[in-house]
């Protein structure tokens, strides 16, 4: 896809803090003719609100984490900038237009693509950018959505609303058996309704992840098997991440084991190719799934074009705590392998790997040295590390 600029742009402020469906409200954004601008929490969109003046639309979803949610967020956009739009988004919450700011929108999570495009157009105008297809893809693409897509998003959703109605029945029955008394069985009613609204928060959110990694899976594959094959390697890095945060009730995770468990499947040829040199430190829940997901990237781009493309070369993960200036340091070197070139455009890989500084309120650098690819993550350390 590609855009020509026929006038001055109109800026529109995104605000997702999972790396994942920020990178897809930005394509959404852009495709209803935008200019995105990002931002991780609340606190950072108040600081380019401050510093700029030609924001149109807030676009923020309501649950992030920070010194305000997204609803608090709008309020105080609302107050401070009456002329600036708003469109909430959320997997869990569904405000009153009372709770809301006045002329503010709600959409749901996974959100609606041609909804959402409709809704921006129609509180900002037509836009700035003239959209031009991609048309390689556009057969493949109208092939697989909305028929395929969002049927099978469907029947996901309603099988997991009767598994979630399922589990409050079940669970019924076993107090009941259980001989639970009347002041228990309500405490373990107040717990069920607490379990099943975080199950249902977490479900709502993983359909939208799902969703976004469908769409850009499918948005810049040159062919619907390539799409297809990014889409499944995605959504299984996905599956990998959460299955280590089930190992720990879903809390927090040894960095060692995040990216152990992501490149695992890599490791092939014999012997151990990717070696780890760092501390263990243990990390947050949200880091787990962004590290996974970048390092199942890294880990797909070495073996189609870097180091782990022949039978010869390696990944070296090494990684180090700055404990005065309380910052962690990680840098991916590949060795060994065919002489690198730098890419002739970003594709979503590349821009999820750069994505995850952001995320983590830090730098990304990649650099295409002849010798082998290199990737440095520079962040905070309380971005990442898990509270004691």
Not at 86 to 109: H, M, W, Y
């Amino acid at each position: 896809m590609s855009s020509s600029l026929t006038g001055s742009p109109t800026n529109v402020l995104v605000v997702e803090d999972e790396m994942v469906l920020r990178m897809r409200a930005v394509d959404i954004v852009e495709d209803a003719g935008f200019t995105a601008v990002e931002a991780v929490n609340a606190d950072e969109a108040l600081s380019i609100l401050e510093a700029r003046s030609d924001i149109s639309l807030l676009f923020t979803d309501i649950q992030m984490p920070g010194s305000m949610d997204g609803l608090k967020l709008a309020h105080a956009v609302h107050d401070r900038w009456p002329a600036i739009k708003i469109i909430l988004v959320s997997g869990q919450v569904n405000p009153t237009e009372a709770e809301r700011p006045a002329d503010s929108r709600f959409f749901g999570k996974p959100v609606g693509v041609e909804e959402m495009t409709a809704q921006l157009q129609a509180m900002i105008g037509a836009g700035a950018l003239k959209i031009v297809p991609n048309t390689s893809m556009a057969a493949a693409n109208e092939a697989f959505y909305p028929s395929t897509h969002e049927a099978v998003l469907s029947a996901e959703n309603d099988s997991l609303r009767l598994l979630l109605e399922q589990a409050g029945i079940d669970a019924e029955t076993l107090l009941a058996q259980a001989g639970i008394e009347a002041k228990e069985r309500e405490a373990a009613d107040k717990l069920q309704k607490l379990i099943l609204g975080e199950l249902h928060h977490r479900v709502k959110n993983t359909l939208a992840m799902v969703s976004a990694i469908a769409s850009q899976s499918f948005r810049a594959a040159t062919s619907t098997e390539q799409g297809q094959k990014a889409m499944e390697g995605r959504l299984i890095a996905l599956g990998r991440a959460h299955d280590l945060l089930m190992q720990v009730s879903w809390a927090n995770a040894s960095l060692t084991h995040t990216l152990s468990g992501a490149t695992d499947p890599y490791d092939t040829h014999g012997g151990r190719r990717f070696h780890f040199n760092g501390p263990d430190i243990q990390i947050t829940s949200g880091s787990v799934i962004a590290f996974a997901m970048t390092f199942n990237e890294l880990c797909t781009n070495t073996t189609k074009f870097g180091a782990l493309s022949n039978s010869e070369g390696r990944v070296e993960v090494a990684w180090s705590v700055d404990q005065t200036t309380h910052r962690l340091r990680l840098v991916w070197t590949e060795r060994g392998g065919p002489t690198v070139e730098p890419p002739t455009r970003r594709s979503f890989g590349t821009r999820l790997i750069e994505s995850l500084g952001l995320q983590l309120n830090g730098q990304v650098h990649l650099t295409y040295e002849p010798s082998g690819f290199v990737y440095t993550l520079d962040v905070p350390l309380s971005s990442v590390i898990a509270a004691v």
